[in-house]
């Protein structure tokens, strides 16, 4: 592990535990890649195990689940090809989400302490008000309302801040529009994708996914050690 870039933390053994609310997004993250796992495993033994002289899912698959797929077997192959891009989205969401809760009860918790507080206004609203702006400037946002300085000094874990960018810019994608790419996150994502043009749905590869949920834990990581032992900026 590489000595830390602030030289005023504590050593690790002398910082303390892990809030709640990151150890809930690490079950929340662990539980999305049981079920990844779980689930690519049901697809392979879709294709793998079924019997030799099938002609129909319905000769390998339990009759009441085959009789919502009343579908030749090129035709279910076919379907079950466009099912790991779906599983990459929707657990991609499934991750910015509780990502987005780890950081509103951090900053509901944490706020009232720094000078961007506002004493007039709830700590869920300014919370909201800073997960909520725009994701470009996401993780600056936090900083500044913080006192960090994750972006222009460093990760303490190895944070790509372009990789975090990209996922939220991709997480509004699906949300918004499937998948398919617009104007507002081609200059983001096509240094990810060469050649991603706007109008294309977003080619989201197992090994971009895991980079993707990979920033959003690290990311969480540097914000909970910081706050934890009092660092500022």
């Known amino acids: ?26 079950k929340s993250i662990s539980a999305i890649n049981d079920f990844y796992w779980r689930t690519l495993a049901g697809f392979d033994a879709l294709r793998r195990l079924r019997p030799a002289s099938a002609t129909r899912p319905s000769d390998f698959i339990d009759g009441a689940i085959a009789a919502h797929l009343n579908v030749e077997l090129p035709e279910f192959d076919r379907r079950l090809g466009e099912q790991p891009l779906r599983l990459h989205y929707f657990s991609l969401v499934d991750a910015v989400t509780f990502y987005e809760e780890f950081l509103l009860q951090t900053l509901i918790r944490e706020l009232s302490s720094h000078p961007a507080f506002n004493p007039n206004k709830t700590a869920e609203k300014q919370a909201n008000n800073v997960i909520n702006g725009k994701y470009e400037q996401r993780a600056v946002a936090i900083d500044d309302a913080l006192e960090l300085d994750i972006v222009s000094l460093g990760s303490e874990h190895e944070l790509s801040v372009d990789d975090l960018t990209a996922c939220f810019l991709l997480r509004n994608c699906i949300v918004h529009s499937g998948g398919v790419v617009t104007t507002r996150e081609l200059p983001t994502l096509e240094a990810l994708v060469p050649g991603l043009a706007v109008g294309a749905r977003f080619p989201l590869e197992e090994a971009l996914w895991r980079r993707f949920l990979s920033a959003l834990w690290k990311h969480a990581q540097d914000i909970d050690l910081l706050v934890r032992v009092g660092y500022r900026r």
């Open 1 to 26: 592990m590489p000595p830390p870039l602030r030289p005023t933390l504590p050593a690790t053994t002398a910082r303390p535990p892990v809030t709640g609310a990151l150890d809930a997004f690490w």
